[in-house]
């Protein structure tokens, strides 16, 4: 009979490794701490990225040249990762496309544009070359259907920034695909990019552009682009921008029939409305999905629904519980400051619903 011995020596090695009397040697986040003290962006446990350099790109709008640690893993065109900063103290998280296409040096560029009560857009804006941050892995799958379909690419604001990657991916690959690019912004100088999609066209003999300002010629809408692009219905088609611009494109295609030809980003999930005086709230938290009360946190709703998300001091000080919030608005019932509606982090001990929430671990 064949022997057991190999596999209880293993497990008795492991067993010895793991003991709390080799503590802190046997433990991930002890050598972390110390690579950290060498080195900032060293980590074995996380994602971080050093800022090589920043660039302003247009009033408000500013690049970040991060070179990330090896734990970062890569991105492809079109992706987004979660950044998080450290905010009077507290960390804080949101989501931010990739504006630039994988290169060689390692290098990635997050485009950001500072929102008024933006918390973390704001700390993004004053960050200094040599800083580091943490970097989430890359998430998301906004890309061509199809490797050379005739492709319209529909952006607006900070939504040119995964078109800008996706453009530069096939710049890079000798792309010789049939695509145009309607660009909107309020004015001809918020327009992100110019003088690099100049460049790129030089690349992309089948990159044809267009440039609206809203300001001056009045919003973007279907007539406009069905002008601009009169063969748009017989294109795969990409979209990127503002709620109102995407609905109105969305519609656009709906109306036509053609809802399966549009692809769509807007920076992790769209806004739900806002009802703080609702009963309450239909939340969904990694595939389940449940309702909490009113001024209930989430972390008793989802455990009153059978769930048992981690946790540990329920009072919003050791971060345990913290999760993403993908999509809804939450109250943090410490500093009674509302979330913003899209993509960041929260604690389920101290956040209650404003309105229905897409969490994710």
């Known amino acids: 009979m064949p022997s057991n011995q190999p596999k209880e020596r293993v497990s008795i090695v492991r067993r010895v ?4 009397l080799l503590a802190p040697l046997n433990q991930a986040e002890a050598w972390s701490r110390l ?8 980590s074995l446990v996380e994602s971080r990225a050093r800022v090589v350099r920043v660039v302003d790109e247009a009033p408000g709008v500013r ?7 090896r734990r970062f893993g890569g991105f492809q065109p079109g992706q987004h990762a979660l950044l998080e900063l450290e905010v009077n103290g507290a960390r ?21 544009k500072r929102k008024e009560s933006g918390r973390v857009s704001a700390a993004a804006h004053a960050l200094k070359p040599g800083q580091v941050v943490r970097l ?25 920034t995964p078109m800008m990657s996706l453009l530069m991916a096939m710049a890079n690959a000798g792309s010789g695909r049939d695509v145009v690019l309607v660009q909107s912004a309020s004015t001809p100088g918020d327009l992100l990019f ?28 279907a007539p406009a682009i069905a002008a601009l692009v009169p063969d748009w219905a017989s294109r795969e088609a990409m979209l990127c921008g503002p709620d109102g611009f995407m609905a109105t494109v969305e519609a656009m295609y709906a109306q036509a029939g053609l809802a399966d030809r549009l692809a769509s980003e807007s920076f992790g999930r769209r806004a739900a409305p806002v009802d703080p005086g609702a009963a309450s709230h239909a939340v969904q938290f990694n595939g389940a999905r449940f309702d909490v009360a009113s001024g209930q946190s989430l972390l008793d709703g989802a455990e009153a629904a059978g769930l048992q998300p981690r946790f540990g001091c329920r009072r919003g000080i050791c971060r345990t519980c913290q999760c993403r919030k993908l999509g809804g608005t939450v109250l943090n019932q ?28």
């Open 334 to 361: 410490l500093t009674g400051q509302l979330s913003g509606p899209g993509e960041e982090l929260i604690q389920l001990c101290i956040s209650t619903p404003q309105s229905a929430l897409e969490l994710a671990p």
């Open 92 to 112: 804080q998280g949101r989501c931010f496309s990739f504006s630039s296409a994988p290169g060689p040096d390692g290098l990635v560029r997050l485009t950001i």
């Open 63 to 69: 690049s970040l040249w991060l070179k990330p640690n």
């Open 136 to 160: 989430g892995r890359a998430q998301g799958a906004f890309a061509p259907r199809t490797p050379d379909q005739p492709l319209l690419m529909l952006a607006a604001g900070s939504g040119m």
């Open 194 to 221: 110019a003088a690099q999609l100049d460049e790129l066209a030089a690349r992309l003999p089948g990159l044809r552009r267009h440039a609206h300002a809203s300001a001056n010629r009045g919003r973007l809408d």
């Open 35 to 42: 690579a950290s003290a060498l080195n900032p962006a060293w």
């Open 17 to 20: 490794l793991r003991s709390p």
